[in-house]
């Protein structure tokens, strides 16, 4: 694998689920993202990690969990979502630090909460 | 706090001609970069091209070129020759420092359409 991969790529889910997502990536980054693209909004920064620290929470309701093992892999474990939380949660990664760095995106996970 | 305006929707062009797609964003910072990332449909986002706030000189990469006008706070992309492959969503995205130092912000996203 290369680049930035995240699982599953689709994930349908009720409200009373709990699921997470995976991200890993392969180019030996020390920040992770999390991001939500939903239709005809903005891409949303969830979360930042720098060196496995969670450096940024914008403003992120708690029924989204990230975790971030080591630099490599960063998780979003969800748990009682509503329908409005249905978009795709895009991964990404920057060698971290500066501001003229180059983020990496995975393929994103399109998420349906029923 | 930072915000970045995308105010074309949609846009389309023909093959081989050239498209400019607009963008306009606001900072507080004086030490920041500015991105043109692209979105192919059903594959992962790639950097475009990047420009430092610093720098006057407008960033090209090959048939990509940015029109940087500072003190209007605008950051268009132009694409030249336009290819088939270069349709997709265009995002610009600003990266400051300060309180959003390492946040990147942005835009509501331009689709572009090109037609053979």
């Known amino acids: 694998e290369t680049g930035v991969t995240q699982t599953p790529r689709h994930l349908v889910m009720g409200m009373t689920n709990k699921k997470s997502l995976k991200c890993e990536q392969h180019l030996g980054h020390n920040a992770m993202y999390w991001y939500k693209q939903s239709a005809k909004k903005p891409l949303e920064l969830m979360f930042v990690y720098n060196f496995k620290e969670q450096t940024e929470n914008n403003s992120v309701p708690s029924r989204f969990s990230p975790e971030c093992p080591n630099s490599s892999h960063l998780f979003l474990h969800l748990h009682t979502l509503q329908p409005e939380d249905s978009a795709l949660y895009l991964c990404?990664?920057?060698?971290?630090?500066?501001?003229?760095?180059?983020?990496?995106f995975g393929p994103g996970t399109r998420l349906t909460v029923l | 706090a930072q915000t970045v305006t995308q105010s074309q929707p949609e846009m389309s062009v023909q093959e081989a001609e050239t498209v400019t797609l607009s963008c306009t964003y606001d900072t507080s910072e004086s030490d920041y970069y500015l991105f043109w990332y692209k979105q192919p449909p059903s594959r992962q986002m790639i950097l475009v091209i990047r420009q430092e706030a610093y720098k006057q000189q407008n960033a090209t990469e090959n048939r990509f070129s940015v029109n940087f006008q500072k003190a209007a706070k605008s950051f268009s992309l132009k694409i030249s020759d336009s290819q088939l492959g270069d349709a997709a969503m265009y995002f610009c995205a600003v990266n400051a420092g300060g309180t959003s130092y390492g946040k990147l912000t942005f835009g509501q996203g331009t689709i572009l359409t090109v037609h053979p």
């Open positions: 990404a990664s920057s060698q971290g630090g500066r501001l003229r760095e180059e983020q990496f």
